[in-house]
């Protein structure tokens, strides 16, 4: 489970990467219109804060502090500021994924004390599917606002 993981992580963060480069105008990837609130720049970023707090600081015990508000107000950092951290995030969940045992991934996982139960492989799986969601609002945005 935990190679087939990394494979579709990396397989979604790329694809993240891909969308960014995709851009014509690189400043497009900040731009916001009528009903489009989330601009593929902070998507990103906060793509880069979730999946280093789950899967990094909480998996992983490296030591990241999120700074979710950020992920949402910080404009204007680089598309290849942007593919660096997006690398460093994969690099990250490949390390921690690749050092769970198939009886971590059983273990239970709480966000908070009144969520449902739930296993590390399920909230893994749980994610993944945040991550494939906001790729699709990425590349949505740049079809749209480029």
């Known amino acids: 489970?935990?190679?087939?993981?990394?494979?579709?992580?990396?397989?979604?963060?790329?694809?993240?990467?891909?969308?960014?480069?995709?851009?014509?105008?690189?400043?497009?990837?900040?731009?916001?219109d009528k009903s489009i609130s989330n601009c593929a720049g902070n998507l990103a970023l906060h793509l880069v804060g979730n999946l280093n707090h789950f899967i990094g600081a909480v998996l992983g015990d490296t030591g990241y502090i999120r700074q979710r508000d950020l992920e949402f107000s910080q404009k204007n950092v680089s598309v290849s500021e942007m593919i660096k951290l997006l690398d460093e995030t994969e690099n990250i969940i490949e390390k921690t994924l690749s050092k769970l045992t198939d009886e971590d991934l059983q273990k239970e996982y709480r966000r908070n004390p009144f969520e449902d139960y739930m296993n590390t492989e399920y909230f893994l799986l749980h994610l993944k599917s945040h991550l494939s969601y906001h790729l699709g609002q990425i590349n949505y945005h740049r079809r749209l606002l480029d």
């Open 1 to 32: 489970m935990q190679q087939s993981l990394i494979k579709l992580y990396k397989k979604d963060l790329n694809a993240v990467k891909k969308e960014l480069k995709s851009y014509h105008n690189e400043a497009a990837i900040w731009r916001i």
